[in-house]
């Protein structure tokens, strides 16, 4: 895209993309090391993604009043107004993923020194890790405005949704074993929800991108699969379609 | 379920495939889906053209100013026409009410249909013609006369009132139509110059529907206004387009974006990009488009 005839409006939208790969670097390793701080049960590392948050928190308000500032300022037009509204969505989404990584950094504090049967833990990291390579393709989507690559993220969430509803069974599995399980597994059902989101979070990404970059919304339907609202017992006939068997 | 299923896709390619199905069965009927397509891009309801320009090309002397303009006029709709300074907008607007007729050498040539009527027919009484086509001008220009007498000079070369009280009655109720009535109702006597800006320019445009026009061109009307007169203006110009068909050249985008229904955009003569404003705005097609609405040239 050439260059506005006025330079400070580059200036800002520069300073608006910046600041949404900045949070995006930040909720990275947020997941990151909040996956690693369950797995290992690393309390410090628990720690500091809980109080690392708050500098999302103040990025996101602040790509808020830049962009308020910029419409007021500048009146922006087509792209450039897809440009700055799309940048509140984004910082929106990366504010909310920095949220379920903390909460999971939270749960991991409220579990520790308990019983765990660590194979269940695994499969939490294994789900966390798809999510961060979403969250990771996403936010290089965002860099690259590629159109391409964010739909490529937008599908693989299905897949995200799938191994969480498998990771559920699994849990209630060892509740129904062991009533002592109970609140380990609940605590750890919570992260796996936590992380399921954030794969959520990403597909909304990848929505804002689509927009941003071709002015049109995603008119597919969304791969939804988490099924697990139907798997309790209280929609009996929605068991038969039940997918994750 | 695979884990790796791919996402539903919406089902449009069935929609889009089956009336071509259905033509291989059915005689082709005017109007039916078969036609459908062609409509599409410009929005579905679409409202009939009150002007239509074919290939319309203008000359100053050897000079091509516009490359042959294609376009509609929809009627009761707000069109507007932007485009950086020199591309022709507004040399574009004055053939619709044939004031390029007034500047020597300017020479127009192609179709502008007004009703399905040329309007460049040998036989067409102009003046007629600009009763039709009323025009509101950059700058506010009353007569140097009294405010009543501003618009009543329209009503009565054209004969339009029978008696005093007819007269007085155009009068009303065109300053009423351009929201100005409160205001001038106790100063009809005084002149029309002594009047504020944006009053001055919406006398004018109680001027211009004082003859009962089908068409309102305004070239720039606000650009002289300030905030306040601005917004009055545009606010007007909104209940107008119940009345009238309504074509806007405007450098303000933002004013074009907030008036409009439709947007055409000019450059460097040719008639670039046309549209819902809606669209124009927040989704152009054309490269140049963009860059002119986002401040990148002009």
């Known amino acids: 895209m050439s260059e506005h005839t006025v330079a400070s409006f580059d200036a800002e939208l520069q300073e608006l993309r910046r600041s949404i790969m900045e949070m995006g670097g930040i909720a990275e390793k947020m997941l990151a090391d909040a996956t690693v701080a369950l797995v290992r049960r690393d309390v410090g590392l628990a720690q500091s993604v809980v109080t690392t948050d708050f500098r999302l928190d103040t990025i996101q308000r602040d790509i808020e009043e830049k962009a308020i500032l910029t419409i007021a300022r500048r009146q922006p037009m087509a792209i450039d107004l897809r440009e700055v509204i799309s940048a509140i969505r984004i910082a929106s989404d990366i504010e909310r993923i920095g949220d379920m990584a903390k909460n999971i950094s939270k749960r991991t504090l409220a579990i520790s020194g308990q019983f765990e049967p660590q194979r269940v833990v695994l499969g939490v990291e294994r789900m ?6 979403q969250l ?3 936010l290089d989507a965002y860099t690259q405005l590629d159109v391409d690559k964010a739909l490529e993220v937008w599908r693989r969430d299905g897949a995200t949704d799938a191994l969480y509803n498998s990771l559920f069974r699994e849990l209630l599995t060892y509740m ?29 990404v990848a929505e804002t991108i689509h927009y941003l970059v071709t002015g049109q919304p995603i008119t597919a339907e969304r791969p939804k699969m988490d099924r697990t609202a139907y798997e309790t017992g209280i929609h009996d006939d929605a068991a038969p379609g039940a997918p994750g068997a | 379920m695979p884990a790796h299923a791919e996402p539903k896709q919406p089902p449009s390619s069935e929609i889009e495939t089956s009336p071509a199905m259905t033509d291989l069965t059915k005689p082709v009927v005017a109007g039916d889906a078969a ?6 891009p410009h929005g579905a309801n679409r409202p009939e053209p009150k002007v ?4 319309v090309k203008v000359f100053y002397g050897s000079a091509e100013a516009l490359h042959g303009i294609d376009t509609e006029i929809p009627a009761h ?4 026409l932007i485009g950086p300074s020199g591309c022709g907008k507004s040399t574009f607007l004055r053939c619709l009410n044939r004031m390029n007729d007034t500047i020597e050498g300017a020479r127009v040539t192609g179709r502008i249909l007004m009703d399905g009527e040329d309007i460049y027919d040998k036989s067409l009484d102009v003046v007629l013609l600009r009763a039709r086509v009323g025009m509101v001008f950059q700058k506010p220009n009353p007569f140097p006369k009294s405010i009543f007498e501003n618009i009543a000079y329209g009503p009565r070369i054209h004969g339009l009132a029978k008696n005093k009280a007819e007269l007085e ?3 009303e109720r065109s300053l009423r139509r351009a929201g100005l009535w409160e205001e001038a109702k106790d100063r009809l006597k005084e002149p029309g110059t002594g009047l504020s800006g944006g009053q001055q320019q919406r006398l004018c445009i109680a001027r211009a529907i004082a003859v009962s026009p089908e068409v309102i061109l305004m070239d720039e009307p606000c650009s002289a206004l300030d905030p306040i007169a601005t917004a009055r203006i545009e606010e007007l110009i909104d ?33 670039v990009e046309e549209g819902d404003t809606d669209m124009i705005f927040t989704n152009p097609r054309d490269k140049r488009t963009q860059d002119y609405i986002t401040g990148r040239f002009g």
């Not at chain 1, 109970?182 to 992260?191: G, K």
Request: charged share 20%.
């Open chain 1, 128 to 133: 966390s890790d798809m999510v961060l390579g």
């Open chain 1, 136 to 138: 990771k393709d996403i």
């Open chain 1, 176 to 204: 129904m074993e062991d009533p002592r399980n109970i609140t380990f597994c609940t605590h750890l059902l919570f992260c796996a929800k936590n992380v399921e989101r954030i794969g959520d979070h990403t597909t909304n």
């Open chain 2, 35 to 40: 036609s459908a397509p062609a409509a599409a």
């Open chain 2, 52 to 55: 239509t320009a074919s290939d």
């Open chain 2, 77 to 80: 709709q707000v069109t507007a």
């Open chain 2, 169 to 171: 009655e155009i009068v």
């Open chain 2, 239 to 271: 209940e107008l387009r119940q009345n009238y068909t309504i074509v806007i050249v405007t450098h303000s985008m933002q004013q074009a974006a907030r008036v409009s229904q439709k947007t055409c955009f000019f450059h460097l003569g040719d008639l």
